[in-house]
């Protein structure tokens, strides 16, 4: 079993920046990866960036490339999403996710709650 809990959300005016971390507890040596998914009102939940157990390994969706930057914190065992110049098109709820690396929701088994982000214009 993993648990995940998310904080950091928050609401920021457009070009701001937010921290979201994601602390993991319980079996998290059995999972590769850990992502960020987000969900807005009335869309389907996409892909934001993803990062392998070893640290090693990163990835992002085109839409955040250059903005966002996802790390993982050894000592606390938490996965950090650091999201700069953000867009009002970037309100979401924002999910912590663990499971095999992948960019597809179906690639994670374990989830957080979720966490409010909402960008002004």
């Known amino acids: 079993q993993v648990e995940l809990v998310e904080s950091g959300g928050g609401l920021v005016q457009a070009g701001g920046s937010l921290r979201l971390s994601c602390a993991a507890s319980?079996?998290?040596?059995?999972?590769?990866?850990m992502g960020w998914f987000r969900q807005a009102p009335g869309k389907e939940r996409e892909f934001v960036a993803a990062i392998h157990w070893s640290g090693y390994n990163t990835y992002y969706a085109d839409s955040v490339k250059g903005r966002f930057t996802i790390s993982r914190e050894y000592a606390k065992n938490t996965v950090t999403l650091h999201m700069n110049s953000l867009k009002p098109e970037d309100t979401a709820v924002y999910y912590c996710a663990a499971g095999a690396l992948g960019s597809r929701w179906n690639d994670y088994d374990y989830w957080g709650q979720g966490t409010q982000v909402t960008v002004s214009s």
């Open positions: 319980g079996r998290t040596f059995s999972r590769s990866g």
